[in-house]
């Protein structure tokens, strides 16, 4: 019976088991094991004007009602809300949410006068073995060469994050399954060199990260590059295997050095309001 539960949940919106939740004990007790709980204004439904503390009242209530057992993914998405300052809360739900088995992990805040530090030391060993997936937006994140590997984690998107070159490496070198790497607004990066340990690494996203002075790939399969706010020397990148291209400047005498330098070039966008390439 809890098995048939378990299935039925896994096609069932978050807000679809809690309403069954309310009517069925078997359902609350298979609600303690949803493995998808997805927090923003609609799921929860609160209305356009409702207040943090409304918001996170009722993610306080489903989370303490749940286990942490069998979630697969934990997104909480707070843009959009009013007076929310949020971040004493979110240890406690993190430390829910991040167990054994977890695989994507969402972390969607906006921008605060107390910035949230998110707690590497909850990423325990089981966790690091699950999660592919993190995206995190307007926190602070300071991994330590003590984090260890994150085995099977492909996509990393950091959007106004506070982070360092140094912190990203060592979250880099414990992350050799990498698929997607993106970088949005982080400007505490001052250069960015990928290692050639990365050969998962397929695309790399790199925008409007003002501090960022220097671009550096040795990434053997990176196919796919997108780069806006930066320049790059493409002598600094493994430029073989790259068949999309799509940057913000321009490259000089790009008709004549990109066939050379990116034999397998299919896709070029270039855009730049201060020169102009015809190809």
């Known amino acids: ?35 998808n709980l997805i927090f923003n204004k609609d799921t929860i439904g609160l209305k356009r004007n409702a207040f943090g503390e409304n918001f996170h009242g009722k ?39 991040l167990k054994p088995g977890i695989e994507e992990l969402t972390l969607f805040l906006f921008d605060t006068n107390k910035q949230y530090n998110f707690p590497c030391s909850l990423l325990s060993d089981g966790v690091r073995d699950s999660l592919r997936y993190i995206k995190l937006r307007c926190c602070a994140l300071h991994p330590t060469p003590e984090l260890g ?13 506070s982070i360092t070159w140094a912190e990203l490496e060592c979250l880099l070198s414990n992350s050799l399954a990498l698929e997607h790497l993106e970088l949005n607004h982080c400007k505490g990066i001052i250069c960015l060199k990928i290692p050639c340990t990365l050969q998962q690494l397929s695309s790399l996203n790199v925008v409007e990260c003002s501090g960022l002075k220097v671009i550096e790939s040795k990434a053997p399969n990176l196919s796919s590059l997108f780069v806006r706010g930066s320049r790059v020397n493409f002598s600094l990148v493994e430029t073989l295997q790259i068949n999309k291209l799509d940057m913000g400047h321009a490259i000089c005498d790009a008709r ?3 066939p050379s330098i990116m034999p397998n070039l299919e896709t070029l966008v270039i855009e730049s309001g201060h020169e102009v390439c015809i190809l």
């Open 256 to 258: 004549a050095k990109l």
């Open 1 to 35: 019976m809890q098995d048939i539960l378990s299935r039925i949940h896994s096609f069932m919106s978050m807000r679809e088991a809690a309403r069954a939740a309310c009517v069925s004990r078997a359902f609350l007790r298979s609600w303690r094991c949803h493995p």
């Open 59 to 97: 993610i306080g209530c489903i989370l303490r009602n749940h286990s942490g057992i069998s979630l697969k993914t934990f997104k909480l998405d707070y843009s959009g809300m009013c007076g929310f300052d949020g971040t004493s809360y979110l240890d406690s739900w993190l430390q829910i949410a």
């Open 149 to 161: 590997p994150l085995r099977n984690l492909s996509n990393l998107h950091l959007l106004y994050v």
